[in-house]
């Protein structure tokens, strides 16, 4: 036999009685719906009529919806942050140019690109950058080191590389860059920029700003939204900041930090609707 329930607003129960050693659940909820058998009768006595579900059948499904409603909280939660993530790609096309240079941070697959991009032949020369921002303070060594040390060990030649270590922040990187290769000898017109995914735009609105007179194209590793997150990297992490970055487009471009960047009503919405959910870990002070 099949009783269907409603229990809560939106849910769904269909209760089924196969025998008396299972008895099947299957929940309907926004995000789907989900199926769970139980041991049988004896722990569930045979289902009233009235719509009134024994207490250990109804902890059974309270456990159930929380978790089919974790599951479309999360599901909403990926939606709103791609819409994010696919605001901060450019899409920039590359194209052969006088140097590379690798913005620092924690996640060496930045290096990883720039020396792809370097053993492609887009570009001569790599310049690592960056000292020690607030996710890598406990390095040991700065970013620019540890860059330094990844992209040779993808085949980039040492005398090939140049560091700058003294960065805390992106225009720092931009600017110190730009002071390194001119006391190296160095008048690049055109600059491959390599960093996250999600700091395409940031980037590219910082460069604009402090070298303007140079050509940027901005490249990033080639890693979708949902395959980012690693052990090290948590897809937490990566929502804040992508929440975070949005934040510093808007506010740096009025801070004159960075040139003004037209932020899309439905984009902000979703900022701020992560921000809501607890996503505001990387917010500017």
């Known amino acids: 036999m099949t009783f269907n329930l409603i229990a809560i607003s939106k849910l769904r129960v269909a209760v089924s009685v196969q025998s008396a050693e299972e008895v ?6 926004p995000c789907g719906t989900a199926h769970f058998k139980c041991a049988g009768i004896n722990h569930y006595p045979t289902p009233p009529s009235n719509h ?51 913005l620092g941070s924690r996640d060496t697959r930045v290096a990883e690109r720039a020396a792809e991009l370097f053993m492609e032949g887009w570009a001569p020369l790599v310049v690592c950058s960056g000292a020690f921002g607030r996710l890598t303070k406990y390095w040991k060594k700065p970013e620019a080191e540890v860059f330094a040390e990844t992209v040779r060990s993808k085949g980039v030649p040492a005398d090939k590389i140049l560091l700058e270590s003294k960065s805390t922040n992106t225009g720092e990187n931009i600017l110190f860059s730009k002071e390194l290769l001119k006391s190296r000898g160095y008048n690049p017109q055109i600059v491959i920029a390599a960093h996250k995914p999600y700091m395409e735009r940031r980037t590219f609105v910082t460069f604009r700003k402090v070298w303007p007179e140079i050509e940027v194209v901005v490249a990033s590793p080639q890693i979708s939204y949902e395959a980012y997150p690693t052990a090290d990297i948590s897809k937490k992490a990566i929502i804040n900041g992508i929440v975070g970055d949005v934040v510093r487009i808007k506010v740096y471009g009025e801070r004159g930090f960075q040139i003004p960047q037209e932020i899309p009503p439905n984009v902000w919405s979703a900022c701020q609707k992560l921000i809501s959910l607890g996503y505001n870990d990387r917010l500017v002070d």
Not at 24 to 29: G, H, I, K, Q, S
Not at 78 to 84: C, F, G, P, Q, T
């Open 24 to 29: 099947r659940f299957e929940l309907t909820v």
């Open 52 to 102: 009134i579900l024994p207490n250990t059948g109804a902890r059974a499904i309270c456990m159930v919806y929380q978790r089919c409603m974790k599951a479309s909280n999360e599901k909403e939660i990926d939606r709103l942050a791609k819409k994010v993530w696919e605001y901060h790609l450019i899409h920039h096309q590359l194209k052969k140019a006088d140097c590379i240079i690798a």
